[in-house]
T-cell receptor
Framework: ETGVTQSPTHLIKTRGQQVTLRCSSQSGHNTVSWYQQALGQGPQFIFQYYREEENGRGNFPPRFSGLQFPNYSSELNVNALELDDSALYLC?????????????????FGPGTRLTVL | AQSVTQPDIHITVSEGASLELRCNYSYGATPYLFWYVQSPGQGLQLLLKYFSGDTLVQGIKGFEAEFKRSQSSFNLRKPSVHWSDAAEYFCAVGAGNNDMRFGAGTRLTVKP
């Protein structure tokens, strides 16, 4: 069984640029959630994707967007990068049964992508 | 709004000593509660979860947590800490809108 993987491991961008982060979900999982973890803080929920559609969003601006593909892998895109976007971005996958809330199933986290914005 | 508070930013315990990490939550309905551990450079690993039923929950690595509705708490405990337990610990609550709210974390240092 393959766990959650994320790429790249580290990334350095400059303010105003755009970035795409990738996540491969664990085998058998159909839901992907993205979190931002700033230094010294707990993860903050960005959004969740279920069956290729956004299925819940935290308090993040529209320049944070995502995609989920038919194989349940996912991308997180951030446009117009700001210095405060520097953080560890975590992806988590889970299996959600139809008709249940995805938030309450066990989420398996990837190792994260460390994004630095200069 | 749903929220989680971990009052202790940093705790130091001696190896072999008991451990209790505090977690208080604010949530209008029956909460879904979690404890995760994060080692440096790693993702989050689930230690245990509470959805319903028995208020004392057993987890991996010898950890347990007790849900106390009257105190809005879900404290994590371990009777004897090992040096390998040194890490960052996060309490989280399953909230509406399909998200999880995490506390700011408690960093655990284990003295030899």
């Amino acid at each position: 069984e393959t766990g959650v993987t994320q790429s790249p491991t580290h990334l350095i961008k400059t303010r105003g640029q755009q970035v795409t982060l990738r996540c491969s979900s664990q085998s058998g999982h159909n839901t992907v959630s993205w979190y931002q973890q700033a230094l010294g803080q707990g993860p903050q929920f960005i959004f969740q994707y279920y069956r290729e559609e956004e299925n819940g969003r935290g308090n993040f601006p529209p320049r944070f967007s995502g995609l989920q593909f038919p194989n349940y892998s996912s991308e997180l895109n951030v446009n117009a990068l700001e210095l405060d976007d520097s953080a560890l971005y975590l992806c988590a996958s889970s299996y959600r049964r139809s008709g249940t809330s995805g938030s309450y199933n066990e989420q398996f986290f990837g190792p994260g992508t460390r994004l630095t914005v200069l | 709004a749903q929220s989680v508070t971990q009052p202790d930013i940093h705790i130091t315990v001696s190896e072999g000593a008991s451990l209790e990490l505090r977690c208080n939550y604010s949530y209008g309905a029956t909460p879904y509660l979690f404890w995760y551990v994060q080692s440096p450079g790693q993702g989050l690993q689930l230690l245990l979860k509470y959805f319903s039923g028995d208020t004392l929950v057993q987890g991996i690595k010898g950890f347990e947590a007790e849900f106390k509705r009257s105190q809005s708490s879900f404290n994590l405990r371990k009777p004897s800490v090992h040096w390998s337990d040194a890490a960052e610990y996060f309490c989280a609550v399953g909230a509406g809108n399909n998200d999880m709210r995490f506390g700011a974390g408690t960093r655990l240092t284990v003295k030899p």
